[in-house]
């Protein structure tokens, strides 16, 4: 097994997800309907987040390269490359990947390309049927009447600030609050989301030493081996493996996050739990797409009904209390997320990383 798949069922209720026009969404052409959805790209930020945070570990820092520029005579400072640490020993790195690539600058030798793809595949969070999952719309508002100890500024056409009493004669015959403002109305998300997950075990802690594609630095894969990484070799070639101790505690840390991640919205009077109500967990992509999915109502084509695969040879299926509320099943357990992040430790802990060949 090289390979573990793992497709998450969540819960959402009137939330956000990504902001983009109030809420993300994509239009799906056989049924008809906007469906929204949170990028792969958010997903994978906000697993590594909840990784950091179990491991107790800093995310890496960021370099942002500027540079001074002359615009019509002035000096303009002027965007330049955004690029990682691009080394393993932060977590959020070695997960995540990286990718530097240095411009070339007058006079001095150019730095080469440095890359590594993330072993962890990253699905969009997106609904588990289009009929399972939808937007609406919110209006609201931002009333501060009820106050009387609102400031109240009003200026003319020159900055002026008008008396109270001036304000009153501009508002007399009018039916106008200036301190109630009403806000656009925006989309919020609710329904049942999936999202997948695939880990590629032989370079989930093997960093590349392949000179051609370099990975890393010179300095890094010294620093490296330093600090216990094991020269091996899989079939990408030569690379270096993370230690053993330190396997073990990213481990534990990764089947957390993997278990325990949530979109988090950036607006408070739209927070959602997102509970999860089943995970699964299997080495094989198809047996994982048909665990969790829903299927059409034979009574009323404009129904879903979601289905979770109790029993399915060759997947382990793993049902909160909530998913009783959803879903029709009769495995629902109360410690079923905590079984799941054991069967994944278990199943990450087993592969041989240091002798894949």
Not at 209 to 218: A, I, Q, R, V, W
Not at 223 to 242: D, I, Q, T
Request: charged content about 30%.
């Amino acid at each position: 097994m090289n390979t573990i798949y793992i497709r998450t069922l969540k819960r959402a209720e009137h939330t956000v997800f990504c902001v983009a026009d109030g809420q993300k969404y994509y239009y799906d052409n056989q049924f008809g309907r906007r469906i929204p959805f949170s990028s792969g790209q958010q997903v994978k930020r906000s697993l590594i987040e909840t990784l950091c945070d179990a491991i107790n570990q800093k995310p890496s820092p960021t370099t942002f390269i500027s540079e001074i520029v002359n615009v019509k005579g002035k000096k303009e400072i002027n965007e330049g490359e955004v690029f990682g640490t691009c080394d393993p020993t932060f977590a959020d790195q070695l997960f995540g990947g990286w990718m530097k690539a240095s411009k070339a600058l007058e006079g001095v030798k150019k730095e080469r390309t440095l890359k590594r793809r993330s072993p962890l595949s990253i699905s969009a969070m997106r609904a588990l049927h289009p009929l399972l999952a939808g937007m609406q719309k919110e209006a609201g508002s931002f009333d501060r009447s009820e106050r009387p100890n609102n400031l109240i500024v009003v200026r003319d056409e020159k900055g002026n600030q008008l008396s109270d009493e001036d304000i009153n004669d501009l508002l007399d015959g009018k039916d106008r609050s200036l301190t109630r403002k009403w806000l656009n109305a925006s989309d919020r998300a609710s329904g049942l989301f999936v999202s997948d997950i695939a880990i590629d075990l032989r370079r989930l802690f093997s960093v590349s030493l392949n000179s051609f594609e370099p990975e890393m630095s010179d300095k890094t894969i010294d620093k490296l081996k330093e600090e216990g990484w094991k020269e091996s070799e899989n079939v990408f070639g030569k690379c270096l493996v993370a230690p053993k101790e330190l396997r073990k505690e990213w481990i534990k840390g990764l089947a957390k996050a993997i278990i325990d991640w949530r979109i988090t919205s950036n607006q408070a009077r739209t927070f959602s739990l997102m509970d999860t109500l089943a995970i699964s967990i299997s080495d094989n992509a198809n047996l994982i797409a048909g665990s969790i999915r829903a299927k059409l109502s034979e009574e009323d084509s404009d129904k879903a009904n979601p289905i979770v695969e109790e029993n399915l040879k060759g997947v382990n299926t793993f049902i909160t209390l909530q998913a009783g509320g959803y879903i029709q099943t009769k495995g629902e357990t109360s410690d079923a997320l905590e079984k799941a992040e054991e069967k994944l430790i278990e199943l990450l802990t087993s592969f041989d990383y240091e002798n894949q060949l």
